[in-house]
């Protein structure tokens, strides 16, 4: 059976990497764009924050709007403008919060709040309960975007982590 111990490894291993495939990049390098429309550190962590913050609202059985609106949403697009996000200080700040507050959520949850049914009206039709949701966001949802950004580090001739 796997535990919200099992999870919390690799939500965290993914976090960590998260910060550590930016921790050789300037902050005014955070909304370069090597290729036309990559998504850049800016935006990677502005939607993954997006969602950490998800995974605790789920867990705890809050309401919650549909993130896929906002600023780094699934719906936004990552534009090459620095200014229009915030400092990588204040982004990974953000990220670290973030998780710290979905880590705390996962660990102190209880059976029930995995089986809960999911009763949102957009996630509830992709996911019963919040157990798949939960798991999604904090690992293939994480892994897909580390991917993007260790692809978007390349692109911008830096070498592996």
Partial sequence: MITPDDLLFSYRWGA??????????ADADFAAQPVEGINHPA??????????????????????????????GKNSFPGADRSAYPSKEAILARHEAGVAAAVEAIAASTPDAWSRPLEHP???KQFATVAPAVVFLATTHQGLHLGQLSGWRRAMGLPRI
């Fill in 16 to 25: 960590d990497t998260f910060a550590k495939l930016v921790s050789d990049v």
């Fill in 43 to 72: 935006w990677l962590f502005g939607h993954i924050a997006t969602y950490h913050d998800v995974i605790g609202q789920l867990l705890r059985g809050e309401a919650f709007d549909n993130p896929w609106d906002s600023p780094c």
């Fill in 122 to 124: 957009t996630w509830g």
